[in-house]
C-alpha cells in the first residue's frame, strides 16, 4: 500500500509562485512516473505535469514555461514548482503514482490565486 501526502498549498496573488511537495510511502519510489493533476469547482480532473522514472517530464500547455515538475528519489518526493500563477490555476491539486500496475492519489491540496 502507497501512501501520498501533499503539501503547499494556500493563498497567493496573482503573480506569486508556490511549490507543491507530495511525500511518498514505500521504499522503491523511483521505479514509478509520478504526476500532478489538478481539479477546479465544476470541472474535471485533468493532468498538469509528469515525470517518468527515468525523469522525461510533459506538462499541459496551460502551464507550459510556468510550472516545473521534479523528483528527489531519496526522499520519496515529488515537486510542483508553480510561477506567475493565475486564478485560472486555482484548484485542488493531486498527486498521483503509476505504473507496474500501481495507480495511487494523494488527498490533494488546495491552490487559490486571488488578488
Known amino acids: 500500500q502507497v501512501q501520498l501526502v501533499e503539501s503547499g498549498g494556500g493563498l497567493v496573488q496573482p503573480g506569486g509562485s508556490l511549490r507543491l511537495s507530495c511525500a511518498a510511502s514505500?521504499?522503491?519510489?523511483?521505479?514509478?512516473?509520478m504526476a500532478w493533476y489538478r481539479q477546479a469547482p465544476g470541472k474535471q480532473r485533468e493532468l498538469v505535469a509528469g515525470i517518468t522514472s527515468g525523469g522525461s517530464t510533459n506538462y499541459a500547455d496551460s502551464v507550459k514555461g510556468r510550472f516545473t515538475i521534479s523528483r528527489d528519489n531519496a526522499r520519496n518526493t515529488v515537486y510542483l514548482q508553480m510561477n506567475s500563477l493565475k486564478p485560472e490555476d486555482t484548484a485542488v491539486y493531486y498527486c498521483n503514482l503509476g505504473g507496474h500496475g500501481m495507480n495511487y492519489w494523494g488527498k490533494g491540496t488546495l491552490v487559490t490565486v486571488s488578488s
Open positions: 514505500g521504499s522503491i519510489f523511483s521505479i514509478y512516473h
